[in-house]
């Protein structure tokens, strides 16, 4: 059990677009997810917290315009990158926290590569 | 405020041989503690937590890790080294009263046969 799931796996998109990229718990309700960054050979710095029926909480630095999250059901977040450029070329991954968030384990999706071209 | 230290970039070892990853944290009330394995272009798979009982945690695929609450430290260790091991590896904490782990920047291992 726990699985979370992230669609698309790799996205190739044009600067100025926009992309999303989802991410599902598949086999449990997560009433909290959260979405980070990671550059290549570096850690992963958390972007947003978000919660179902609520908004985002972001960190320091993220810019929420910019990088639009939606938590619209217990089993879904989706994370959508505005206006895109080369410099959000990342390694954008999702983790989904089951039960009292304050004692609740994270799983973690697979990642979702975008290059922005 | 809570924070990671992983002070070796990367680690090298020869299959067979016991392994050690360092970590050590800081928070300012109970620690959880996690250690996480990444593969290239994938995301993280969890390996093992501490959060309150036995010092001694054991988690997937042989590896164990000691809680040391004197010396701040969570190390991971495995007994004996697999090439297939060779991957990165990450400490993370939460203090008990937040939600948000914070990850130590990784440990690449390198498993020689």
């Known amino acids: 059990g726990a699985v979370v799931s992230q669609h698309p796996s790799w996205v190739i998109c044009k600067s100025g677009t926009s992309v999303k990229i989802e991410c599902r718990s598949l086999?449990?309700?997560?009433?909290?997810m959260f979405w980070y960054r990671q550059f290549p050979k570096q850690s992963l710095m958390l972007m947003a917290t978000?919660?179902?029926?609520?908004?985002?909480?972001?960190e320091q630095g993220v810019e929420k315009d910019k990088f639009l999250i939606n938590h619209a059901s217990l089993t879904l977040s989706t994370l959508t990158v505005t206006s895109a450029h080369p410099e959000d070329s990342s390694f954008y991954i999702c983790?989904?926290?089951?039960?009292?968030?304050?004692?609740?384990?994270?799983?973690f999706g697979p990642g979702t590569r975008l290059t922005v071209t | 405020a809570q924070s990671v230290a992983q002070p070796e970039d990367q680690v090298n070892v020869a299959e067979g041989n016991p392994l050690t990853v360092k970590c050590t944290y800081s928070v300012s009330g109970n620690p959880y503690l996690f250690w996480y394995v990444q593969y290239p272009n994938r995301g993280l798979q969890f390996l093992l937590k501490y959060i309150t009982g036995d010092n001694l945690v054991k988690g997937s695929y042989g590896f164990e890790a000691e809680f040391n609450k004197s010396q701040t430290s969570f190390h991971l260790k495995k007994p004996s080294a697999l090439v297939s091991d060779s991957a990165l590896y990450f400490c993370?904490?939460?203090?008990?009263?937040?939600?948000?782990?914070?990850f130590g920047k990784g440990t690449m291992l390198l498993v020689s046969p």
């Open positions: 993370a904490v939460r203090d008990q009263g937040y939600s948000t782990l914070t």
């Open positions: 983790s989904a926290a089951r039960g009292q968030v304050y004692s609740a384990e994270q799983y």
């Open positions: 086999d449990f309700q997560a009433t909290t």
């Open positions: 978000s919660n179902e029926g609520s908004k985002a909480t972001y």
